[in-house]
Nanobody
Framework: QVQLVESGGGSVQAGGSLRLSCAAS????????IGWFRQAPGKEREFVARISRSGSSTYYANSVKDRFTISRDNAKNTVTLQMNSLKSEDTALYYC????WGSGMVRDDEYDYWGQGTQVTVSS
């Protein structure tokens, strides 16, 4: 059983930056892909970014590519999502999730464990 706790959310003006963290406990962290998803009010949850078990491979949604960077520190059981050049459409509740394997690790049903989320609000 893996427990995930997100932090780092907040309110920022468009063009600003935020750094989200996901802290894991209760499992062998390096055995899991970690993904970030987000859900805006009235919308379905969507994939944002994911990182492989070792951190050697990353993948981003087109909407955040070149603005967001995902990284992990397996020694500290943490994953970070650096978000730059934020836009109002990035406003959402952001979740991190852990999964062992899947076809691409971009669908939420490929992940087994979820955090409670951290709110990001970007004002224009």
């Amino acid at each position: 059983q893996v427990q995930l706790v997100e932090s780092g959310g907040g309110s920022v003006q468009a063009g600003g930056s935020l750094r989200l963290s996901c802290a894991a406990s209760g499992g062998t962290f390096g055995n899991y892909y970690i993904g970030w998803f987000r859900q805006a009010p009235g919308k379905e949850r969507e994939f944002v970014a994911r990182i492989s078990r070792s951190g050697s491979s990353t993948y981003y949604a087109n909407s955040v590519k070149d603005r967001f960077t995902i990284s992990r520190d397996n020694a500290k059981n943490t994953v970070t999502l650096q978000m730059n050049s934020l836009k109002s459409e990035d406003t959402a509740l952001y979740y991190c999730a852990a999964g062992r394997w899947g076809s691409g690790m971009v669908r939420d049903d490929e992940y087994d464990y979820w955090g409670q989320g951290t709110q990001v609000t970007v004002s224009s």
